[in-house]
């Protein structure tokens, strides 16, 4: 039986886990805030993570646009624990990562970017 693309979606994220281990949890989320696939720890909500994820991309795009910075690339976020991090899938959807502290971003943004590509033919 073929997989549907949610579930291809899903697998590649976990891909992107398992080759990156300082990438904690990950999901695409659309930029309606709606969750597209999931590879978040079960403590997290997926509902609001993925709202939040939107409404930073949201901001993110008016900034570096009304800054005069052209397309944005990403978003990210430092706390004490690590990062979150946000990079456009296509023009509909947000890959949004948990990134340990500590961790090599530019790294991380490079598998970011193979991973947003790959999962831009899905969405």
């Known amino acids: 039986m073929a997989k549907s693309r949610t579930e291809l979606m899903i697998d590649r994220l976990r891909d992107l886990q398992a080759t990156t281990p300082e990438i904690e949890a990950s999901a695409v989320v659309s930029v309606d805030g709606l969750t597209i ?32 910075r052209g397309m944005l690339e990403q978003v990210h976020v430092k706390g004490y624990g690590g990062y979150v991090i946000l ?37």
Not at 46 to 68: F, K, Q, Y
Not at 89 to 95: C, D, K, N, Q
Not at 103 to 117: E, K, Q, S, V
């Open 37 to 68: 696939a999931s590879s978040l720890p079960p403590s997290s909500e997926e509902d609001r993570v993925s709202a939040m994820s939107a409404a930073m991309l949201s901001l993110g795009e008016r900034i570096a646009g009304e800054l005069g």
């Open 87 to 123: 990079m456009s899938v296509g023009e509909e959807a947000v890959l949004t990562t948990l990134v340990r502290e500590g961790a090599r971003l530019g790294l991380i943004f490079l598998d970011m970017r193979r991973t947003a590509d790959d999962l831009k033919r899905l969405v």
